[in-house]
């Protein structure tokens, strides 16, 4: 009798220990990052203004790759946008985006956004044609200093 109540408890130690593990990893499973722009930031379809921002993975579990923009506090949704996987050579220790100038008087696209340490990020889907401006633009890449889902600041 004692054997078998020692397995439940220990059943129900282990079972509380991998509840409390997903709950510690849960921005890892969705990729949640924090971001503000200071400056009028494009994504497809539409502009952010500048403010802050919370992006992450609409359903990290059905496979697809939709990418949630949000307000500060997430009480507001602004756009869920498919993406494509993209990759690169080498991680960095904070959240790295990539912008395209857009052209005069344009705010800037938003390309891709990686989480910290990671080689696989996001790239978001413009049509055709904004793919090939974009593609010709210049880029640059900003990475947040800190290793930390926040970025503090993006936009030229």
């Known amino acids: ?29 969705n990729e949640q990052i924090k971001v503000t722009f200071d400056k009028p930031v494009q994504i497809p379809g539409q502009v952010l203004a500048p403010g802050a921002y919370t992006f992450q993975l ?10 949630e923009i949000f307000n500060d506090d997430e009480s507001v949704l602004y756009a869920m946008l498919p993406t494509i ?10 959240v790295s985006l990539t912008l395209a100038e857009s052209g005069a008087g344009k705010p800037d696209a938003l390309l891709t956004w990686f989480c910290p340490g990671s080689t696989i990020g996001h790239e978001f889907v413009y049509s055709n044609q904004d793919r090939q401006k974009l593609a010709r633009a210049k880029q640059q890449t900003f990475v947040s200093s ?9 936009g030229n």
């Open 85 to 94: 996987t993209a990759q690169r050579s080498k991680a960095t220790a904070g």
């Open 58 to 67: 609409g359903d990290p579990d059905a496979g697809q790759n939709v990418v």
């Open 1 to 29: 009798m004692k054997l078998h109540k020692s397995y439940i408890m220990l059943g129900l130690v282990i079972a509380f220990a991998l509840f409390c593990g997903i709950l510690a990893n849960a921005d890892e499973i």
């Open 146 to 154: 800190r290793s930390g889902s926040n970025m503090e600041t993006a």
